[in-house]
C-alpha cells in the first residue's frame, strides 16, 4: 500500500511490491530508464513528443525529496515562484519495497480517469486530481523531466520535475 499527497488531498492506493523480502532494484541508470521509458511510452500514446532527461531538474527534485526524508513531511515545493518553471509529481512509500517502474506506474495508471479535453475537465470522475499526475506526464509542452529519490528509515520519497511545468487551465489535451 501507498499513499500520496496531491494537491492536499490524501489519496491511498493498493500497490503490489516488488516482494516483501527482498528491495527493489535501485540506482540512477535504472531510475532514469524507468522515467524516461514509462513516461515517453505515456506520451506516445497521446502523439508528444519524448521528454529528454534534465540533470538540473533531477537535482531539483532531489533536494525536495531529501526535506521530505529528513522532516517526514509529505507536500508539494513551496519554494516561491517554483511553479511557474517547474511542474511536479511525488510518491512515497515503504522504503525499499517498490521498483521504479512501479512507482512511475502508479502515476501513468492514471491514465483509467483520464478523458481527452481541456484542462482541468479531463477526467472520467470530474476530478482533475485522480489524473494530475498523468496529465503532467504527457503535458505537450513539457520537454525535460528529471526525478530522484531519498529515503528515511522507513519511507521513500520520489520526485519528479518538469520543465515547462504543465496542467494549466484552457490548454486541449487528447
Not at 39 to 63: C, F, I, K, T, Y
Request: net charge positive; proline share 4%.
Amino acid at each position: 500500500m501507498f499513499s500520496r499527497l496531491f494537491m492536499g488531498l490524501a489519496v491511498v492506493a493498493m500497490v503490489a511490491p516488488a516482494t516483501a523480502s527482498s528491495t527493489a532494484a535501485r540506482g540512477e541508470k535504472q531510475l532514469r530508464a524507468a522515467v524516461l521509458d514509462n513516461h515517453n511510452r505515456a506520451r506516445a500514446q497521446h502523439g508528444v513528443r519524448p521528454l529528454a532527461w534534465d540533470n538540473r531538474l533531477a537535482a531539483s527534485a532531489m533536494e525536495h525529496a531529501r526535506y521530505m526524508a529528513r522532516t517526514g513531511r509529505y507536500h508539494h515545493d513551496r519554494t516561491p515562484g517554483r511553479r511557474k518553471y517547474q511542474g511536479e509529481n511525488m510518491w512515497r512509500g515503504q522504503r525499499g519495497l517498490f521498483s521504479y517502474e512501479i512507482i512511475v506506474g502508479t502515476m501513468t495508471d492514471e491514465v483509467r480517469h483520464f478523458r481527452a479535453g481541456t484542462f482541468p475537465h479531463v477526467s472520467r470522475s470530474g476530478s482533475w486530481h485522480d489524473v494530475g499526475h498523468y496529465t503532467q506526464i504527457v503535458w505537450p509542452s513539457t520537454t525535460h523531466v528529471g526525478c530522484a529519490m531519498a529515503s528515511s528509515a522507513t519511507t521513500d520519497y520520489f520526485v519528479c520535475r518538469y520543465s515547462p511545468p504543465g496542467n494549466k487551465d484552457g490548454v486541449r489535451l487528447s
